[in-house]
């Protein structure tokens, strides 16, 4: 069987068996042959009905389904473990609240072979099935995920997390996803790290606007709260792989941290603006918190 398939598709999952379930239904609808794919499904230590709900999928999938479990958590663990166990040529990456399209693993393999690259980045865009609010957009999407209106073939994007595609013997010539970073440890930036790991060893990133996912936003996550909960925890990760002398970069951050909570106040009135500006002040109260523990950690050794 490994012989014939283009494409393993990776999707770890933790007690989101509800999520899950709308997630796997999208790939019923996947415009790829179904004996050229397969779908990895890790789950990270799930109690919930996770295993029924996988093992139901697959009894009607027409393509192979292998249930795989990790049950050391974290996100970066579970994916390494999906990458270890994986048949195709093409590793696609996607979550249990992403709705992917019917044409992203075709599209992701014509970018890839057109533009001669072992890493593409697909296109991300939210899905709000209880309503938008109107002040969530603009940079603040982003934080959620959604992808930057780009052209087509290399660029200069990051991972992102999901909906991103590496060919398979990328990973038998370096490590995979930094196990200490991501969802589970961290919190975050395992995708940038790998980003900057590419980068260095001169890969050449792909962005893919027409390999499209949908990102399911619940109500849950369309708070201001959560933003800056989230851009905590993305700034405290950064903080960790920071580079350049984390003294100055401390400094830096924690008068930012200072600038955009006073601009969040003066922009109290306009709801997105001054939201924008919490985000961006909790980033960079996390990346102070980030860069001091890698100081400690220094001064121990």
Known sequence: MSSCLQFSIILCTRNRAELLSRALESMLSLDFPAEKFELCLVDNGSTDATKTVVHAFAARAPFAVRYLFEGKPGLSIARNHGIQQALGTYLFFTDDDQLVDPAVLREHLRVAQTYNVRAVQGAIALVFPEGQPAWLHGPLATILGQTRDLEEGPSPIDIYGGNMVFRRDLFD???????????GAAGYSEDIELTRRLRQRQETIAYAPTARIFHVIGPDRSTARFLRDNSFDKGYSDGLIAKGSH????????????????LALVMLPNRHRSVVEQTRAWDHAGRVLGLWKVRLNKAKT
């Open 173 to 183: 010539e370096l490590a995979a996803f930094r196990e200490d970073l991501g969802k």
């Open 247 to 262: 003294l100055r970069l401390l400094g830096k951050s924690a008068l930012k941290a200072y600038v955009h909570g006073w």
